[in-house]
């Protein structure tokens, strides 16, 4: 089940209809900071693995939308798969927690 996990976090990730996706685990005010990372053409191309109940990942959600991201969000308390995806997404990004956020790098399509 763990493979599985990591081929579909490995899928959404890469395959995401949006462009391929890097890690990208930043708080809101190093957001803030970083305005070339968050140009519009960049921060269109957006994976969000969040948590419903979690209040960092409501506020990167909200961030992201205000600033016209339109992201792919994966609820990993929501899918039956969430645990392993967590788990898997250790493995890629080494970051446990959520929101677990990847950003496509506007240089590449």
Known sequence: MAEAAKVKADQII???PVGTLSPA????SHIHNQTS??????????????KSYCPYCKAAKTLL??????????????????????DALYEIS????????????????
């Open 65 to 86: 939308s205000e600033m016209g991201a339109k992201p792919y969000i994966v609820e990993l308390d929501q899918v039956d798969d969430g645990a392993q995806l967590q």
């Open 14 to 16: 890469k395959e995401n």
């Open 25 to 28: 685990p930043l708080s809101s």
């Open 94 to 109: 080494q970051q446990s927690t959520v929101p677990n956020i990847f950003i496509r790098d506007s240089g590449k399509e």
């Open 37 to 50: 990372i968050v140009s519009t053409n960049s921060l269109l191309a957006t994976a969000v693995f969040s």
